[in-house]
């Protein structure tokens, strides 16, 4: 099992809509989730952070994280073509007293007007 | 405030050489980690270093090699390059457990 899963997509969604982007992961341990939007030819800009269990909003986006399913979601509100993108999903793995982060392979958000 | 650089942006290289790499992280962050990101697929870990050492490695041999300075940019090394060596490698920095990326390298094996 990889460490940190995401279903590669595209998911299309038209603009407007909500986006539902997931993120499975197998360290029970993990405590951080962390969300990255990567357009092509660019690399990561971190969008959102989440320590616990429950929601975290930042304007049109919304972290979820759930630890007994070890499962980790974003979803984006009011769709833009904008938000066109690959969404990474990472979680810190605990390896020799340190903390080192894994990437999912991201999920390419289509978002068409 | 200046944000995570890398440099070069781009790098043609042919089978066998070496490359050097260069990252300065965003001010106050004093922890630099190497990711290796292939075309389709998420970063992968090469190795981050604290206090001008390596903390952690991932799965890459020892081709791969790294340095960190006092004033803690890194230096990422890539000896007797491969085909398959082509990707973006991107230095994320940090003070604490969210890492900030900077633009990446895009380098090229021939």
């Known amino acids: 099992q990889k460490e940190v899963e995401q279903n590669s997509g595209p998911l299309s969604v038209p603009e407007g809509a909500i986006a539902s982007l997931n993120c499975t992961y197998s360290?029970?341990?993990?405590?951080?989730f962390f969300w990255y939007r990567q357009y092509s030819g660019k690399s990561p800009e971190l969008i959102m952070s989440?320590?616990?269990?429950g929601d975290k909003e930042d304007g049109r986006f919304t972290a979820q994280l759930n630890k007994a399913s070890q499962y980790v979601s974003l979803l984006i509100r009011d769709s833009q073509p904008s938000d066109s993108a690959t969404y990474l999903c990472?979680?810190?793995?605990?390896?020799?007293?340190?903390?080192?982060?894994?990437f999912g392979a991201g999920t390419r958000l289509a978002v068409h007007p | 405030d200046a944000g995570v650089t890398q440099s070069p942006t781009h790098l043609i290289k042919t089978r066998g050489q070496q490359v050097t790499l260069r990252c300065s992280p965003k001010?106050?962050?004093?922890?630099v980690s190497w990711y290796q990101q292939a075309l389709g697929q998420g970063p992968q870990f090469i190795f981050q270093?604290?206090?001008?050492?390596?903390?952690q490695r991932g799965n890459f041999p020892d081709r791969f090699s790294g340095h960190q300075f006092p004033n803690y940019s890194s230096e990422l090394n890539v000896n007797a390059l491969l085909l398959g060596d082509s990707a973006l490698y991107l230095c994320?920095?940090?003070?604490?457990?969210?890492?900030?990326f900077g633009p990446g390298t895009r380098l090229l094996v021939l």
């Open positions: 994320a920095s940090s003070s604490r457990e969210t890492q900030y």
């Open positions: 360290d029970r341990g993990s405590q951080s």
């Open positions: 989440i320590y616990s269990n």
């Open positions: 990472a979680g810190p793995l605990f390896s020799g007293g340190y903390n080192k982060l894994i």
């Open positions: 001010s106050g962050h004093d922890t």
């Open positions: 270093y604290y206090e001008e050492e390596e903390r």
